[in-house]
């Protein structure tokens, strides 16, 4: 009987085993998560943008007339002083210089001698004729007033006089024209004898408007340039702003006067800034994924110390954090435990299913939730924000200083799981 029996009791006790086994198995196991603490402090939203370095006040020499640029013997970052000679260009040479030309000149030069002389000529017949005329007025008038003489005489003759003044007055005129014909002879004559200004060793010496440093170099060979062709950029270094292309909406932000910090841009410190002005007009820029964006030009004053970016010059990419809301105490949770919150997202949805209109500035308030460790399982917790950044956000209520929260919550967190956690801000 007992032999009988032992089997049955084995199996029964196996059967046993495997149903605490199996429960075990499938027992639900605390899930590991990482918690982060609640605390209190700074808080501060910023807009995050590439930027790039430039020059207050640039300045462009350029050729005043075509002619032949000497080699220049400056180069890029070379400094300057106000005044200093950057470069010389010799005019162009006068193209007349064949024989025929030659010629032909010299009979100008010859013809305007001979008008010049002709003129001269005229001139002293004009002032005998004023001469002679104002001798007869002087005779005539005594014998007038005695009655020896008609009044009409007497009045030719003062007329007389007038047209000698009249005709001195035009020789006079037409010598002054002959003489500047003649100027202009010889000047031709000069110029096409010495082979121009180019071989005389005469040019236009062009100079620095300002003290500072040599930017760009357009043309550093000896060439041929146009009038107006640009030569050289110069501004000064020390003088440099910060420009950054935010979006049209985050330029409103922006305001001027606002904080401003410089980073990325190659040093060990981080600069300091400021906001001096938001350009008016906006421009339309294709980002690097194809769409269209409405950019707006922000200009940065750097107010740290020059010593701090002596290195860095026109042209240079920099890193810009525009702060456009800054706290000293807050009560602050990771931003990474913040997800949106089940019962605003339902509440969404019946709002539009039922077409009702939402209050003004209900879209503005940001209902979230978190998962909030306490006694070993996690619980839901719904939450206002006020703000959020990067790193942190700004709990407006539903938390208290001190409490442990879920960061980066997995798919297997829910209400009331029990959890194994490890505290990350330790």
Known sequence: MYVMQHPRLLAAAAAVGLIALLGWAFAPRPVAVEVARVDIG??????DEDARTRLRDRYVVCAPV???LLRLT????????????VARLLPLASPLQDERSLLELQARLGAAQAGLERALAQVGLAQIARDTAAQALQRSEPLASQGYLAASRLDDDRLALQSAHKALDAATQSAQAARSEVDAARAAMQTTHTGGAGQSGRGVVLRSPVAGRVLKIHQSS?????????????????????VAELLSSDALQAQPGSSVRIDRWGGPTVLQGRVRRVDSAAFTKVSALGVEEQ????SIDITSPREKWAALGDGYRVGVRVVTLR????LRVPVSAVFP??????ASQVVASTGADTQPGATERQDAAVFVLAQGRVQL???RLVARNTSHAWVEQGLREGEQVVVYPAATVAEGVRVVARDVTR
């Open 381 to 383: 917790r719904q939450i």
């Open 295 to 298: 950019r707006v030009n922000v």
């Open 66 to 68: 075509a002619g032949r």
């Open 42 to 47: 700074p808080f501060e939203t910023t807009i």
């Open 74 to 85: 400056l180069r890029e970052g070379d400094a300057v002083t106000q005044g200093a000679v």
């Open 222 to 242: 000896e060439a041929m340039l146009a009038g107006g062709a640009p030569i050289v950029d110069i501004g000064d270094v020390t003088e440099l702003e910060v």
């Open 327 to 330: 706290q000293a105490k807050v």
């Open 341 to 346: 919150s089940p019962l605003s997202a339902a």
